[in-house]
């Protein structure tokens, strides 16, 4: 169905998910329309109907999948996300269901229920046929998130005698072949990968050429049991195409393709995003109330214990405030450019960590940056506020007092928002699950205590 799809469409341009196409499917869903719906949805990639789903109500969600449901392909369920896909499949009749995972590689199918109830795991292994089914259960032994999950097992092989004549002759032959592949691996007589040969090498390169004499420099292999972050960053960093996976005898088991590799990037900076958001890595529009208040809520009540000190830091400075008014007016401005400068500081500190382009060995260099840049910007925003300061409320040493708290708290935010993430790393946690709520805090309770300590000293 999902091929038929593809054909169709090969020549045009595929029509975007538009808010105007979302009101028309709305409207032919309230008037049970099926030929219409159908009609709407068919140009449509999966990967937009999925969106279409995501967005709409769960009202509307069931609706839409009671007049579409028989219509639905594997390349739709591949695309839905985590968060709603156990219910768009309990909502799919069984033998829809079983259609559309047979058009799948091993890859997509592990990845499409994984995640699942275990009722619902055997309602689509039961789908597929005996070989299939052995290859998907066979990467669900491997650790969840490793690289055991993230191949596929349809794997494209040639011993290391044959020629181009004999690999093209082979790949004419077998009608198993998967649907998208960049490489002829080679294996020895163990099964052991040993070199691989894009298939434009092969194409271009006379019949009697041996594979052996066309492989590629980029080959490697993955152990099954590798992070797929550590993959994603291997395939980022090398600009690999595909790459084969071995066991623990390094016998080939796999294949990872570049489609999934990006798509794990995809998904770690997407959780990264959240997690220094403080809104949980699984957070969704289609989320319920009480979902979305679940993975908040937590945060919000931490920042409230973390806000204390603040609170504390500042109601030692009672006398001190009540005597000039005027610094409880200019207590947010420290605050909030503090709080500003430490976001920008951990944003690009967190992301060089997620990259690997901030380790231990230049550590030292990047701290000194960011402690150089906090440096100017504090003297920058002393000047401008100081004298504003000064101006403003007619009282040169506020601004004085206000021009150095500035200085303090930026240089405090430069520093916090790089050392943070890089003590959490190295305690062997997520820079960016807490990184934000520790920022935040160092630099409100620092600036509060800078600017009136300061203010204590010179004015009082």
């Not at 082979?170 to 998967?178: H, S, T």
């Amino acid at each position: 169905m999902a091929q038929e799809r593809a054909e169709e469409h090969e020549a045009e341009d595929l029509p975007a998910l538009t808010e105007d196409l979302v009101e028309s499917v709305l409207t032919a869903t309230e008037a049970g329309d099926a030929a219409l719906l159908a009609e709407l949805l068919e140009p449509l990639h999966g990967a937009d109907i999925a969106d279409l789903l995501e967005q709409v109500t769960t009202a509307e969600r069931r609706e839409i999948l009671r007049l579409y449901g028989r219509e639905m392909d594997g390349e739709i369920l591949t695309e839905i996300d985590e968060s709603i896909r156990e219910e768009v499949i309990e909502q799919i009749p069984a033998d829809v269901l079983a259609e559309a995972v047979r058009e799948l590689d091993s890859d997509d199918v592990v990845d499409l229920i994984e995640d699942l109830e275990e009722v619902q795991q055997e309602a689509i292994l039961e789908a597929l046929d005996e070989t299939d089914r052995a290859a998907v259960e066979q990467s669900l032994t491997w650790p969840e998130n490793s690289a055991g999950r993230l191949m596929q097992r349809e794997v494209v092989v040639a011993p290391l005698h044959w020629t181009v004549a004999e690999a093209i002759g082979f790949l004419q032959r077998e009608d198993w072949l998967p649907d998208q592949f960049y490489h002829v691996i080679l294996v020895d007589p163990a099964h052991h990968p040993v070199g691989y040969v894009t298939l434009g090498k092969i194409l271009s390169s006379k019949p009697e050429t041996a594979l052996t004499a066309i492989t590629e420099d980029s080959f490697r292999t993955i152990s099954a049991r590798q992070e797929e972050g550590d993959v994603a960053y291997a395939f980022n960093q090398y600009h690999l195409i595909s790459a084969p996976v071995v066991d623990d005898d390094g016998r080939l088991v796999g294949v990872i393709t570049i489609d999934d590799a990006m798509n794990v990037l995809d998904e770690e900076h997407e959780e990264d995003i959240l997690r220094l958001a403080g809104v949980g890595e699984e957070s969704s529009i289609s989320d319920s109330v009480l979902e979305t208040v679940r993975q908040r809520l937590p945060w919000l009540v931490a920042n409230l214990f973390t806000a204390s000190l603040s609170a504390i830091v500042i109601s030692q400075f009672q006398a001190t405030i009540s005597a000039l008014v005027a610094l409880a007016a200019l207590m947010p401005i420290v605050a909030s450019t503090g709080g500003i400068a430490g976001t920008q500081s951990l944003a690009v500190a967190v992301r060089a960590l997620a990259t690997r382009d901030l380790t231990a060995s230049n550590a030292r260099r990047v701290v000194l940056r960011e402690i150089g840049a906090g440096l100017v910007n504090g003297l920058s925003l002393a000047l401008l506020l100081g004298v504003a300061g000064g101006l403003i409320f007619g009282h040169v040493e506020l601004g004085v007092v206000l021009g150095l708290a500035m200085i303090v708290n930026q240089l405090v935010a430069a520093l916090g928002g790089v050392m943070v993430p890089l003590t959490l790393e190295r305690l062997g946690l997520d820079p960016a699950l807490a990184s934000g709520t520790f920022v935040t805090t160092l630099t409100d309770v620092m600036g509060f205590f800078a600017f009136l300590g300061l203010a204590s000293w010179v004015l009082i």
